[in-house]
Every structure is written in structure tokens, then in C-alpha cells.
């Protein structure tokens, strides 16, 4: 039976799962808070630049084709896609690992770093594919409502890829740290140190190294902006700047939401909010999840970004560039273990105009600079001066170049901003980390158990982190709806 549905918030979560509800036959309408859809994979344009604001990695696409297939649909209808090769360049305090575009040039650069290397890494990636099967043909596409999804004959005769950690099974293959540094850093996608990370998750090493890093041309927008194409062309009606301020709830079910200070009434709400934000939007006792929940997370990192327009071509540099040239672990206890701004952090360079010259003005450079940080931490413009002081001179004396008086304007994002824009809980940027505890069905629930009619979607709950597992996520809590609302 068809139903009208009100979804909070236009992210990759919300608009797969617009698009699927409304090709079932949903009256589908999207409320968003802020001007253009896309929650916290906004664009932001000036002087002829072209920035991501949030998500800038594209992995996973066979993920995103999927979707599009679900449609009967391909990418390729919507954007251009290249492969990035290189992949991406990490700088170390000594040398330059560059991660080529296949498997063979990937065991190049390991040999060069530590001989004997690339067998132990071929066999790593080829269990990281056993696991990219599983977790993408089977894991990932269950709702998270019981723990036997998990108990299938793949999962159990590798139950032991659950309970050991991501950090243990590259340290006993790999002793050279500059390649366990390299082998650690996918799982920063998922929001978790390395050694609190189920070695199942070496998925993600698979992603990297097997599937390969691309850009869609004209950068990560073109994603949403495909999406909202699709959802268009679906029925979806899509409203921004429309503000939800409460989700009211009448004989135990969700009968409203309130946008802008005026009642829309719908069958069902989903919200593609942050998960906890979406909560407060309830009477208290309609709330699944209590404050000391929340505060018992672990929580993905935040962000403190920069955007910086320069006004030439930056040298010695790739489209992705990791900056490890620090202590890797320490920084990681900085978010993790004892939260503070790090003394001396790790960052990520993104120059799309290195490989999309429609990112940036001619003879010009797009740059997106983020250091991951701790949620919840002090937020302030000298902070943020600061630490762009310290990253930007480190750039310098690693890519042997003076930038700093090439720089046309500067733009910056962190906590406060990620908590005013998205109501993110704690100004986180990633979501919920995918640790053991917090894994599929031990994850807050695609639908509420005290309130009928109410859903939610995104990286608090089920799969994850990442753009891909929103993609997912919007289909999950779709097929939940379809299922349960008769």
C-alpha cells in the first residue's frame, strides 16, 4: 500500500532511500535544513574554485553502480568516472610511498620499502577480497535487527577475522612501519584505531588496492547531484531550507514532523539526521537512547578542514596525498584514548584540480586540507589558525615549495560548524566508529522501537561509516519500511 513518507534530511543516506521508497510506490518528500541537498557532501564554489566539503574519496564503485543498476540506471548516465593513477602519495619524515593503480605496482613499492614484502601483501589482499565478498554480498545487506544475520557458513568458519584486530594481522605479516602505516590507513574510514578494528574489515585493504581510487569529473557533488536527479525523476519532492524542529507523536506512532513551524503530516518519518539529533526532536520518553548511551560511543573522528584556493600550480603532489611524517599511534590516542588536539597530527592534502581541471581556475590549484581530531573538542579561530600554521609549513619542507604567499583565500570548517550544519552529535564528521561492539545488529536500529512508524538512516546505524555503506543504508531502512508498513 502506498504511504507518505517525510525523510529528514537530503544526505546519501536520506536520498537512496527517497529513491527507493518512491519507486515502490511512496508518496516520498525530503526536508532539508540547509540550502542545497546533500547534508555533509555539500560543494562549495568561489572564484572559480571547486571544493568538496565533506567526502572526497571515491572507493568502492561497484557500490555506487549498484545502486544506480537498482534503477535501471549506470553512472555513466549521470557523471564520468577515472581511475586515479596514482591512487595516492604517502609522505613520510625521510621518502614518498606512491600507491600506483593495480596490484603489481603496489608490490613495486612494497619490495622497494621492505624485500620479501609483496607475497605476504598479495596473500593480505587476497584474504581482504574473501572479506570484501562477504561483507558486501552478505553482511552489509542485513537490517542489523538480530545477531544471527552475522552466522552464515562464510562468517562462521571465519569467525576468528571478528575477534582478531586489524593492527595484529599487519604487524605479524609486515614489520617495516612505514608500510604498517600504510596497510592501518583504510581503517581510518571506519572511524576506529587499528587495533580495536576486526580483521574482517581488511575489506577495506581490498578497496584500496584491489577496486582502486577514482574521481567523478567535476568532484563528489556530481554524486548528489545524480541522486537528486534520480529521486526528481522518481516522484521524490524535495524542500530545502526547511528546518525540522519536531517529530510529534500521537497513539504511539509518528504522526508529524513540525518544518519551519508548520505540521506536515505523513504515514511515516524517516530521518537522515544525525541519529541522536533526530532523538531530541522526540518527547523524552519516546527517546530510545539516553545521553550516557550516546556518551559511551565511540565515536568516529572530527574534522578540521581547510579550503584554499592557490594561485599556481602546486608541485610534488598528487590528487590524495597522506602526510604520515608523525607518530601515527600517538595521534590516534589523541582521538581516541585521551581526547585533545594533537601535538604534531597526521593530515590529508586533496588536490582534485591535479587530475580535473574543472576543479580550479587555469594555472590555479584546489586544495582541501583536513586533520582528524577528536570529537567534542574546543573549537576556535586561533586554534584553527594555529594548526594551519603547522600543517602548511610542514607541507612546505616536505614537498620542497613555498605556497603560503600563493594563497588567493581560506576557508575553514571543524566541530562548531559540523554541529550547527548537520546537528552532528559532538561535531562529529564520520559517525559511529565500526568497532566489534559496535557492529551491525549492536548498532543503533533502523527503526524505533518505541515509536511505530519512525526510522532512521545513516552512519549512526546500520552498516557504517562511508559513503558507500549511506548508499546501503538508505536501501536497508527502504526494504524494512516496505516490509513492516502494510
Not at 508548520?262 to 539516553?290: F, N, P
Request: charged share 25%; aromatic share 14%; net charge negative.
Amino acid at each position: 500500500m502506498s504511504k507518505t513518507v517525510s525523510i529528514i534530511g537530503s544526505g546519501f543516506s536520506a536520498l537512496s532511500a527517497s529513491c527507493y521508497l518512491a519507486k515502490a510506490g511512496h508518496k516520498v518528500s525530503i526536508y532539508e535544513k540547509n540550502g542545497t541537498v546533500g547534508g555533509r557532501a555539500r560543494q562549495l564554489v568561489k572564484d572559480g574554485f571547486t571544493f568538496d566539503i565533506g567526502p572526497s574519496w571515491y572507493w568502492m564503485p561497484d557500490i555506487f553502480e549498484k545502486f544506480f543498476n537498482d534503477f535501471g540506471k549506470s553512472t555513466s548516465d549521470y557523471y564520468q568516472l577515472d581511475k586515479l593513477s596514482p591512487a595516492y602519495k604517502i609522505f613520510f619524515s625521510d621518502e614518498v610511498i606512491t600507491i600506483g593503480d593495480h596490484m603489481d605496482q603496489i608490490c613495486e613499492e612494497f619490495e622497494r620499502i621492505e624485500t620479501g614484502s609483496s607475497k605476504p601483501l598479495r596473500k593480505f589482499i587476497s584474504q581482504a577480497q574473501e572479506n570484501y565478498d562477504i561483507a558486501i554480498n552478505k553482511v552489509v545487506l542485513k537490517p542489523g535487527l538480530s545477531p544471527f544475520e552475522l552466522v552464515t557458513k562464510e562468517t562462521v568458519t571465519r569467525v576468528d577475522r571478528f575477534f582478531k584486530t586489524i593492527s595484529s594481522e599487519v604487524r605479524k605479516n609486515f614489520k617495516n612501519p612505514k608500510l604498517v602505516s600504510t596497510l592501518e590507513f583504510p581503517v581510518l574510514f571506519l572511524g576506529a584505531k587499528p587495533n580495536q578494528t576486526p580483521s574482517f574489515y581488511s575489506f577495506m585493504n581490498f578497496a584500496d588496492f584491489g577496486l582502486g581510487t577514482w574521481h567523478p569529473k567535476g568532484g563528489m557533488y556530481e554524486i548528489i547531484k545524480a541522486m537528486k536527479a534520480l529521486a526528481e525523476s522518481l516522484g521524490v519532492t524535495i524542500n530545502t531550507d526547511c528546518n525540522v524542529g519536531k517529530i510529534n507523536v500521537e497513539n504511539g506512532k509518528a504522526s508529524n514532523i513540525v518544518v519551519n513551524g508548520e505540521t506536515i503530516v505523513s504515514d511515516l518519518v524517516l530521518s537522515g539526521a544525525d541519529y541522536h539529533h533526530s532523538e531530541t526532536l522526540l518527547d523524552k520518553k519516546y527517546r530510545q537512547y539516553s545521553e550516557s548511551y550516546w556518551e559511551k560511543r565511540t565515536f568516529a573522528p572530527s574534522s578540521l578542514l581547510f579550503y584554499v584556493g592557490f594561485d599556481k600550480k602546486i608541485k610534488e603532489i598528487e590528487h590524495h596525498n597522506l602526510f604520515f611524517d608523525t607518530n601515527f599511534e600517538t595521534h590516534a590516542e589523541n582521538i581516541y584514548d585521551d581526547p585533545q588536539w594533537p601535538e604534531n597530527p597526521l593530515f590529508y592534502v586533496n588536490f582534485p584540480s591535479v587530475t580535473d581541471e574543472s576543479m580550479a581556475p587555469d594555472g590555479c590549484e584546489t586544495g582541501f586540507f583536513l586533520i582528524p581530531i577528536a570529537p567534542g573538542l574546543e573549537d576556535t579561530r586561533e586554534l584553527r589558525e594555529q594548526y594551519f600554521d603547522i600543517i602548511i609549513n610542514r607541507f612546505e619542507n616536505l614537498t620542497n615549495q613555498k605556497v603560503q604567499n600563493n594563497i588567493l583565500f581560506k576557508e575553514s570548517f571543524c566541530v562548531n560548524d559540523f554541529v550547527s550544519e548537520y546537528n552532528s552529535y559532538k561535531g562529529n564528521a564520520y559517525g559511529m566508529a565500526n568497532t566489534l561492539m559496535q557492529t551491525a545488529f549492536l548498532r543503533p536500529k533502523l527503526k524505533s522501537k518505541k515509536v511505530e512508524s519512525l526510522y532512521f538512516t545513516g552512519q549512526l546505524t546500520v552498516p557504517g561509516p562511508g559513503v558507500p555503506p549511506s548508499l546501503i543504508s538508505g536501501k536497508l531502512v527502504a526494504e524494512l519500511i516496505n516490509k513492516n508498513e502494510k
